[in-house]
């Protein structure tokens, strides 16, 4: 996928302020007197013009190049070669924040970290109270979410890895990230960050699938993000990677999940098993653990405790 090209009219905008219609009708009149007389090569597309047919002309200053009906009616407003001058003036700015964007992205999730909490779950586990360490070097930031008892005794609970995807072979910047952290935490949750996303690379991360290891592709051109959607956990993670959104807490996904029954929020184990794509035995410890619900005695079934 290429970056996002700007539009005639975002260059026109760009160049000329707001009142760009005057200068779409002072073209539109110039090209009646101008181009009346014989055949004209469109400047844009390259196509013969008949002097009958609806034309327009660039409306770069005194740019008297023609512009055939089809491209004009499409939104073409400047000729070819002025065209690429403004494009390369507007979108190499674009470029340059793209890639300040790709730079502090990293310190941009930790700000929102200290301010919003950091992660209290994964599909395997909720917890709490876990504290904050940032591994950052040339190649990648480490985010360590880990929980202390005693004064030698650590344990991670869940690594997020970000990362500038630099190799065109993504497959191969997954293995290694995989290969240097994935061992080392019980949950790895991998952002990878680029401004150019092609076809082959964007399938790559839309069929990648470890359940202890999550990759995520974020295109910052366009604002999309790639990862497997069948790995039903996946879009409630990403909240924690996004610098958008804000993050999924394990409370804020069973209230979500929850059927409001006699004025109460309840979910069962089956419900939450089918909601994340994962066992019930596993959806029973989950839910358990939460010191926010309330088990209801001789069924499958928890409710939501009120906040006081």
Same mark, same amino acid.
């Given at each position: ?9 975002? &260059? ?17 009149? #110039?090209?009646?007197? @101008? ?31 023609? @512009? ?35 730079? #502090?992205?990293?310190?941009? &999730? ?68 995989? #290969? ?15 401004? #150019? ?19 995520? *592709? ?22 924690? &990677? ?35 794509? @994962? ?24 409710? *939501?405790?009120?906040?006081?």
């Amino acid at each position: 996928m290429n970056e996002k090209v700007l539009s005639d009219i975002d &260059l026109a905008l760009k160049e000329f302020g707001t009142n760009i219609r005057e200068k779409e009708t002072e073209a539109e009149q #110039n090209a009646k007197k @101008i181009f009346s007389k014989r055949t004209y090569i469109c400047s844009r597309c390259g196509k013969r013009i008949d002097p009958n047919e609806f034309l327009g002309k660039c409306i770069y200053n005194a740019c008297e190049n023609p @512009i055939c009906g089809t491209c004009w009616l499409s939104g073409k407003r400047f000729c070819k070669s002025h065209f690429e001058t403004l494009t390369k003036k507007y979108q190499t700015g674009i470029m340059e924040n793209l890639k300040d964007v790709i730079k #502090n992205y990293p310190e941009i &999730l930790e700000k929102r970290f200290r301010e919003l909490g950091f992660p209290d779950w994964t599909p395997n586990e909720y917890f709490k109270n876990v504290k904050m360490k940032v591994e950052k070097s040339r190649i990648q930031t480490r985010f360590i979410f880990y929980k202390t008892k005693f004064l030698l005794w650590k344990k991670t609970k869940i690594q997020i890895i970000i990362k500038p995807l630099t190799n065109k072979d993504a497959e191969s910047e997954i293995n290694f990230i995989k #290969n240097v952290f994935g061992e080392e935490s019980p949950f790895t949750m991998a952002l990878f960050i680029s401004k #150019n996303v092609d076809k082959t690379t964007m399938e790559i991360f839309e069929n990648f699938s470890d359940n202890k290891f999550y990759v995520f *592709l974020q295109d910052v051109a366009t604002g999309k993000v790639f990862f497997n959607k069948n790995m039903k956990p996946a879009p409630y993670l990403y909240s924690w &990677l996004s610098i958008d959104q804000k993050p999924k807490m394990f409370m804020d996904i069973i209230s979500e999940f929850s059927e409001r029954i006699s004025g109460r929020k309840v979910i069962s184990v089956k419900d939450l098993a089918e909601r994340l794509g @994962i066992g019930e035995k596993n959806a029973e410890k989950l839910l358990k653990n939460c010191d926010f619900l309330e088990h209801i005695e001789r069924t499958d079934s928890f409710i *939501l405790k009120e906040r006081v």
